[in-house]
């Protein structure tokens, strides 16, 4: 592959975030392939300080293919797991079936294993492309609660702007401190993601409660969906609900609700793309579950 590289006059470069122009040049593939900007991510604090980005630029510094690894541990029945998840796969229409992609997931692929990470992740609408490297996909479960009995409200809750550095700082603050919403399977750290989710989706609401959880959920006067909770605690379905004084039709948990204290029956989720997993605690994962799409990546 470097022979074909050279021979298109295409450059690799790995680790390459803080080079501000090529990662420009990535913010640019992802808009013209994906029509997302990631580049909002700058007023958070840029991109995921973990990532291990490998890419092909062109002789005038365009980004024409990519691939990212980056460290998410989560939690697996209980047991925390060095997992990596990969994002940002994209290679230019002109540049395609040349056999970029395959490499540039092999190198990826090669450094996580080199480093440890035992289980990776990744999210896509083309299974087939990852199955012949040993993914194999989890379906997900939406959890629909029964309504539980409100309480009186003990802990204020107050709506938070991603736009006001105060706001901003109490939720970075929860999510570097935040316990896995679930024991089951949840993602133990993962910031720039959550937020960034945040921000493409103007629907999704943030509430802190007693500035010891934010709340990540969505509501359209029928059904609640509750996305996320990044909190030092983890409060019951009950205590959510009581404080954001919402009583719903339906209530749907995007994430698994083991410790929520909660009654549930499970759905299939049918989302645009599927979870797939591989590695050696992949095999760990077992019984329903799901992502949140606060950690959607
Ligand atoms: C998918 C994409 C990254 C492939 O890039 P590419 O450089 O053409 O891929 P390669 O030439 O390296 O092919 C790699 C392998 O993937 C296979 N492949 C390519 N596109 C595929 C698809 N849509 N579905 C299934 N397999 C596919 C190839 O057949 C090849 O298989 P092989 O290794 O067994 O020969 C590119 O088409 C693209 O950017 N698409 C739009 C964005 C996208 O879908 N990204 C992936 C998000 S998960």
Same mark, same amino acid.
């Given at each position: 592959m470097?022979?074909?590289a050279q021979a298109h006059g295409l450059t690799l470069r790995q680790d390459y975030f803080g080079d501000l122009t090529a990662w420009k040049g990535?913010?640019?593939l992802l808009q013209d392939t994906f029509s997302i900007d990631v580049d909002l991510q700058a007023s958070f604090g840029g991109p995921d300080p973990t990532s291990m980005? %490998?890419?092909y630029f062109d002789g005038d510094?365009?980004?024409v293919a990519n691939f990212t690894a980056?460290?998410?541990p989560v939690i697996v029945n209980g047991r925390s797991v060095k997992a990596a998840g990969y994002q940002s796969g994209a290679v230019r229409p002109e540049w395609r079936e040349r056999g970029l992609y395959r490499d540039l997931m092999q190198r990826a692929f090669e450094r996580t294993a080199a480093e440890g990470y035992e289980l990776d992740l990744l999210l896509t609408d083309k299974p087939a492309l990852y199955e012949r490297?040993? %993914?194999r996909s989890l379906p997900q479960h939406i959890s629909v609660a029964r309504m539980p009995k409100l309480e009186r409200s003990g802990s204020t809750a107050r709506r938070l702007s991603l736009e006001a550095p105060e706001d901003l700082l109490l939720i970075k603050t929860l999510l570097q401190n935040r316990q896995p919403v679930s024991t089951r399977f949840?993602?133990?750290r993962q910031m720039e993601m959550f937020l960034l989710n945040a921000c493409f989706n103007p629907a999704i609401r943030l509430t802190t409660l007693g500035d010891a959880a934010v709340v990540a959920w969505t509501f359209d006067g029928a059904t609640f969906w509750l996305l996320d909770?990044?909190?030092?605690t983890i409060p019951s379905l009950a205590t959510i609900l009581s404080a954001l004084d919402v009583e719903p039709d339906r209530i749907e948990i995007c994430f698994s609700p083991d410790r929520l204290d909660c009654e549930v029956s499970l759905e299939p989720y049918e989302g645009y793309t599927m979870l797939m997993v591989r590695g050696k605690a992949a095999d760990d994962i077992a019984g329903p579950l799901m992502l949140s799409p606060m950690a959607e990546f």
């Open positions: 470097p022979e074909l990535l913010v640019d980005p %490998f890419g510094g365009r980004c980056f460290s998410m490297y040993g %993914f949840a993602v133990i909770i990044a909190g030092t």
